[in-house]
C-alpha cells in the first residue's frame, strides 16, 4: 500500500507567520510534487521534485518555496503567510507510469 | 494554456444506473491519463490510468480513450450511494513536466 502523510491534517496561523508543511513518503519515489485546491480554481500546481535537493516551479510558486534534503521528505515553506494562502495543500508522490498518490492534505487557515 | 475540461454537474443518476463522466484537453500530445475520486473533505483517489486508445475496464469502472477527438471518459456500471463523490480527471500534458493537469472535476450524485 502506498503511504503518504503530511504533518498536519489542520492548522491555523496568523498573518506573516513562517509555515512548514511537511510531506513523508515510504515508496522510494523520486517524484514528489505540492498543489493547493481552492473551490472554483481546482488543484493547482505549486512546486515539484523529481530528485534530492532538486526542485522545480509549478503554475503558482509565488510566496512558496520547498525543500527536499532527503528523498522521501518534501517541504513546502510558505515565507510570510497571507490570507489568500488559505487553502487545502495536498503532497502527492508519482511512481512508474506517472500515476501520483496523495496524501490525506492540509487544511491551512490564515487569519 | 494547456487545459483539462469537465462539466461540473451535478451529474444525478438512481441507484443501478451508468453513470457517464467525461473530459477533454487540449494538448494533442498528452499521453498518460487518469480519473481520481474523492469524497468531500477528503485528499484525491486513483482510480483509474489509461494510456492507449480503446477501453480498459475495472471493475465497475470503464475508462475510454479518443485520442484523435482528445476526449477521455469514465463509465461506472450498478452505481451505488457510496460512488456520490467528485470525479477529477487529470493529464500529463506533453510538456515534458510529469505534473498532473487537472480539471476542474464533475460531481456526481447517486440517488438512492
Known amino acids: 500500500d502506498v503511504k503518504v502523510t503530511q504533518s498536519s491534517r489542520y492548522l491555523v496561523k496568523r498573518t506573516g507567520e513562517k509555515v512548514f508543511l511537511e510531506c513523508v513518503q515510504d515508496?522510494?519515489?523520486?517524484?514528489m510534487f505540492w498543489y493547493r485546491q481552492d473551490p472554483g480554481l481546482g488543484l493547482r500546481l505549486i512546486y515539484f521534485?523529481?530528485?534530492?535537493?532538486?526542485?522545480e516551479k509549478g503554475d503558482i510558486p509565488e510566496g512558496y518555496s520547498v525543500s527536499r534534503e532527503k528523498k522521501e521528505r518534501f517541504s513546502l515553506i510558505l515565507e510570510s503567510a497571507s490570507t489568500n494562502q488559505t487553502s487545502m495543500y495536498l503532497c502527492a508522490i508519482g511512481g512508474p507510469p506517472n500515476e501520483q498518490f496523495f496524501g490525506p492534505g492540509t487544511r491551512l487557515t490564515v487569519l | 494554456q494547456k487545459e483539462v475540461e469537465q462539466n461540473s454537474g451535478p451529474l444525478s443518476v438512481p441507484e443501478g444506473a451508468i453513470a457517464s463522466l467525461n473530459c477533454t484537453y487540449s494538448?494533442?500530445?498528452?499521453?498518460?491519463f487518469f480519473w481520481y475520486r474523492q469524497y468531500s473533505g477528503k485528499s484525491p483517489e486513483l482510480i483509474m490510468s489509461i494510456y492507449s486508445n480503446g477501453d480498459k475496464e475495472d471493475g465497475r469502472f470503464t475508462a475510454q480513450l479518443n485520442k484523435a477527438s482528445q476526449y477521455v471518459s469514465l463509465l461506472i456500471r450498478d452505481s451505488q450511494p457510496s460512488d456520490s463523490a467528485t470525479y477529477l480527471c487529470a493529464a500529463i500534458m506533453d510538456t515534458g513536466r510529469r505534473a498532473l493537469t487537472f480539471g476542474s472535476g464533475t460531481r456526481l450524485q447517486v440517488q438512492p
Open positions: 521534485s523529481y530528485d534530492v535537493k532538486m526542485k
Open positions: 515508496m522510494d519515489h523520486e517524484n
Open positions: 494538448d494533442r500530445g498528452s499521453q498518460s
